[in-house]
């Protein structure tokens, strides 16, 4: 029972250009939502949050959208550029319920130079 | 800050030997957790302690794995015996706030069981 999915395994986008990668979850108890960023060989490192109180969290050239309808949410990246080629993980936890954070299996993104 | 420190970096080992895991958290974070990244999946919490109680060891197979965290702040766990099906990468991860602060992580432990 996958609660969080990322159904893009993949995503290549050109240097300068914008990445979206796309997150949805199942759960209506989860209200706290997280992007890590994982390069090979090292431990994922939290990028950017957002709760449910919000539909719209920004960190520079990272955007987090919420669409609590649609249960989905999404991670804008502008401009991109070739470090930000990693695999990132959408991760949600329920602030009511057991807190646990869940994964999903990430997207790589490639940003071509 | 220093981050959240773990040992070993890679393991190999045959199946039914036992192997086990150290972990370091930051300073401070009350919150400790181990997950198991298997390849092409998203990590998945094994074990969150609060201190030194467990809080969350749903998916731990408890009859093969174990984890102690002792005074709160080093914390190891062990599998035995190993299946082939362990191999796979062991995170540890502290938060000041348990999932409703940001989760750092180690390196990992990478184990090969053969």
């Known amino acids: 029972d996958q609660q969080v999915k990322q159904n893009s395994p993949s995503l290549s986008v050109q240097e300068g250009r914008i990445s979206i990668l796309n997150c949805d979850y199942t759960?209506?108890?989860?209200?706290?939502f997280l992007w890590y960023k994982k390069y090979p060989a090292e431990g994922p490192t939290f990028l950017i949050s957002i709760s449910s109180i919000k539909d719209k969290n920004e960190d520079g050239r990272f955007t987090v959208f919420l669409n609590k309808s649609a249960k989905h949410l999404s991670l804008h990246i502008v401009p991109s550029q070739p470090g930000d080629s990693a695999v990132y993980f959408c991760a949600a936890s329920a602030i009511r319920g057991s807190e646990k954070l869940v994964f999903g299996k990430g997207t790589k993104l490639t940003v071509n130079p | 800050e220093a981050g959240v420190a773990q040992s070993p970096r890679y393991k190999i080992i045959e199946k039914r030997q036992s192997v086990a895991f150290w972990c370091n958290p930051i300073?401070?974070?009350?919150?400790l957790y181990w997950y198991q990244q298997i390849l092409g999946q998203g990590p998945k919490l094994l074990i969150q302690?609060?201190?030194?109680?467990?809080?969350?060891d749903s998916q731990l197979p408890k009859d093969r794995f174990s984890a102690e965290r002792l005074k709160g702040v080093d914390s190891t766990l062990k599998i035995q015996p190993a299946k082939l099906e362990d191999s796979a990468v062991y995170l540890c991860a502290s938060s000041l706030q348990g999932a409703q602060s940001p989760l750092h992580f180690g390196n990992g432990t990478r184990l090969t069981v053969t």
């Open positions: 759960n209506s108890m989860f209200d706290y």
């Open positions: 300073s401070g974070h009350a919150t």
């Open positions: 302690f609060q201190n030194n109680g467990v809080v969350d």
